[in-house]
């Protein structure tokens, strides 16, 4: 209850309440505020990006193009969209880079701004490396060195890791147009009771199998 | 004045929320134009032609198994008979179809042409008529999923090779290991899943990586028709031998075991075992396999193109694709690569065309006994060692890839194959000479297919006249047959794009 109290002194105190005629158009307005907020994030599918599923960041068409290369990539095994695109230091920046990096997609999508081709900007370098660096740091750097060089890790991290892995993991041409017709799901994503062997020709040995039990 | 402005501003911000709400349901509508195949696959498509229009990458360099200009030391993707190269094949298949033609593979495109063209299968005029049971059909086509689903499996094992050649036109293609809803691979034929259960194992915990190779595996695998499987009177069923295990003594005592044979051998009276291709089995005793690597992986290596990488379905040797295939690990030059293969191919070859000459001598060694009057007791223990010297050096030789992918169990194979064969033939001539006969049994020549053929008692210009007719008046037919029945298919198409 107190919440409400204060809100209702904080709206009296700076004249937000409409006057008596004013208030039913108001509070109507207000909800359809709220219901069609609602019925935004359901159509945007708002919860689904607080998830780590590559599925979210194909929500827009737009990034079909990276996530096919990815599901053809040797990273589609080990790591997803977020393991390399948001920052990993902690959970608060994680979500904080993700919330800036996502409601700058979804402004430039909804004004139809997005370029042929999509490029990182100079924040999602910095994240990008660093989670390059994060997993594969072993490659990189070398223990012994680190303790008796003094810039050895400097040296081994600070060049970008594309300048010389162009093809990592979207390979080399970026563009709208450069892949080809759907989004295939692959094994990795599908569900856990999926079969390879074919529904018409499970059924049929099911047959044949109990035919055998009631022959033998 | 305040509060119309806050009453504005509210309205405004309905109405851009509206705005944003339609902006959001209009991209989503765009998505499903945005990356939208061509047609809908139905159930099972045969027809690759269809499929192509889905994935054009795929399926172009999938057409490329047409091509046969591609030639290695010892292999080939164009026409090679084999027979002709190594003549004394005639005399270890007598009796058997294998004597009339036998040649080296070529690529999937021309899987139906090819068991339409061989003499093996003879020339049927009737439906009905022919040496061949459906089931060779099994793995030259995407019609045999379809089909089996029509008609049901065992149904499909119980007809002759003849009854089906109007409905198996289309050469093995995309439905025979995608699933068409998700292009996952897929087993379509029932033989391996059986051949999992009987192991005691699942094929549906495979892996991705295990399952590009597990859909070579089922028709790159040797395998015999089991014509008395309970509740299968009359079917020829499609069944691979791996009950107690892949490797040849293992096949080998099974068979035994069943007492089965493929044929039996008109000159030494033997009953003989066929081994076909056990490209799969080979393969996994190799040091390729126990490193996890696939069959795809270098029969199938990626290839870029446009932007996009997706898998190369030209299937062939990997000896023309090296780059693609060996470089992904082996950072050797080319050159030194291919010699390594040869080295092995030519090493095992060797041992293998000797041991193919002995096994010949000894059947023409046995017919001699049996002339001179030996009796099934004397005969019983050297039959036993050419039927299992036969199946060990056929085991070895006709999984063509085997002397690269496993060198080492071929070679064994090889030797061991070598041992049994004389052993035999030394009990062989202790029993000529004891029936009379101290001195080399009369050969024929080894060089001369026609001679061979005609040796054994093969008519061969009937054998020609008979498939050139059928060639003629029969394939057109079933051709004109199966495209009709395939004009009446509906093709769903999404985008015309």
């Known amino acids: 209850m107190g919440f409400w109290q204060t809100t209702k002194r904080t709206l009296f105190r700076w004249k937000l309440i409409p006057p008596h005629r004013w208030r039913r158009p108001a509070i109507m307005l207000v909800a359809a505020i709220v219901g069609l907020g609602i019925y935004v994030l359901k159509l945007s599918n708002a919860a689904s990006y607080l998830s780590d599923d590559p599925q979210a960041c194909v929500n827009c068409h737009l990034m079909t193009p990276q996530y096919i290369t990815w599901t053809h990539s040797s990273h589609r095994e080990v790591a997803h969209c977020n393991d390399c695109h948001v920052p990993h230091d902690n959970v608060f920046n994680k979500y904080f880079f993700k919330a800036k990096d996502g409601l700058y997609h979804a402004s430039i999508f909804t004004l139809r701004k997005e370029p042929e081709v999509i490029r990182a900007l100079a924040p999602s370098q910095a994240v990008i490396q660093s989670n390059c660096i994060r997993c594969h740091q072993d490659q990189v750097t070398d223990a012994r060195m680190t303790a008796t060089i003094a810039n050895h890790k400097e040296m081994r991290t600070d060049r970008t890791c594309w300048e010389c892995h162009r093809d990592v993991p979207h390979g080399k041409i970026k563009s709208l147009s450069s892949v080809g017709y759907q989004i295939e799901p692959i094994k990795e994503y599908a569900p856990k009771d999926m079969e390879v062997i074919p529904a018409w020709l499970k059924s049929s040995m099911q047959k044949q199998n109990t035919q055998n039990e009631s022959n033998d | ?413 090889v030797t061991s194959g070598t041992s049994i064969i004389e052993e035999s033939r030394l009990q062989l001539a202790r029993l000529l000479a004891d029936l009379g006969h101290n001195k080399p049994v009369e050969m024929p020549d080894f060089n001369d297919t026609e001679a061979l053929q005609a040796y054994i008692g093969l008519d061969m210009e009937k054998e020609r006249a008979d498939k050139a007719q059928f060639l003629q008046e029969v394939v057109p037919k079933w051709l004109e047959e199966g495209k009709k029945r395939e004009a009446g298919y509906s093709i769903e198409m999404i985008s015309n794009e």
């Open chain 2, 1 to 413: 004045m305040k509060n119309w402005i806050l009453f504005l501003i509210t309205a405004v911000v309905v109405f851009l929320l509206a705005m944003l709400a339609y902006s959001i349901m209009d991209r989503k509508n765009e998505a499903k134009y945005a990356y939208q195949p061509k047609v809908e696959i139905g159930n099972i498509e045969p027809r690759d032609s269809i499929w192509g229009l889905n994935y054009p990458r795929q399926y172009q360099s999938y057409m490329k198994t047409k091509d046969t200009s591609f030639h290695s030391m010892y292999n080939t993707s164009g026409h090679v008979a084999v027979l002709e190269e190594d003549p004394e094949l005639v005399i270890l298949w007598a009796g058997y179809a294998f004597s009339k033609e036998y040649n080296q593979p070529k690529g999937h495109a021309h899987a139906v042409e090819d068991i339409r063209q061989i003499l093996r299968t003879g020339g049927p005029m009737e439906p009905g008529e022919g040496p061949m049971p459906s089931t060779c059909w099994t793995c030259k086509s995407p019609d045999v999923p379809r089909l089996m689903k029509e008609i049901g499996v065992t149904e499909f094992y119980s007809k002759k090779w003849s009854d089906l050649g109007a409905e198996v036109i289309n050469p093995i293609g995309c439905a025979d290991c995608h699933n068409p809803e998700t292009m996952n691979l897929t087993i379509t034929r029932p033989a391996l899943v059986e051949a999992f259960e009987a192991m005691g194992k699942d094929v549906n915990a495979a892996s991705h990586q295990q399952m590009r190779s597990l859909v070579c595996a089922q028709c790159h695998v040797e395998y015999y028709f089991d014509k008395d499987a309970p509740d299968k009177k009359g079917a020829q069923y499609l069944t691979f031998p791996w009950k107690d295990g892949m490797d040849v003594e293992s096949v080998e005592s099974y068979y035994d075991k069943l007492d089965f044979a493929d044929w039996v051998h008109p000159i030494s009276k033997t009953r003989m075992l066929k081994a076909q291709h056990p490209d799969y089995e080979l393969f996994s005793l190799g040091v390729h396999a126990k490193r996890g690597v696939s069959c795809a992986d270098c029969h199938m290596p990626y290839k870029t193109e446009g932007g996009q990488k997706f898998t190369d379905h030209h299937i062939g040797s990997p000896l023309s694709n090296v780059e693609n295939s060996c470089f992904v690990c082996h950072r050797e030059k080319k050159e030194d690569l291919i010699t390594d293969v040869y080295d092995r191919q030519r090493t095992i070859k060797k041992g293998s065309q000797n041991l193919m000459r002995l096994i010949a001598k000894a059947h023409i060694e046995a017919g001699k006994a049996w002339e001179l009057g030996a009796s099934e007791e004397q005969m019983k223990p050297i039959q036993e060692g050419i039927r299992h010297a036969q199946w060990r050096w056929d085991y070895a030789v006709a999984s063509h890839g085997a002397a690269f992918h496993a060198p080492l169990p071929t070679s064994s194979i």
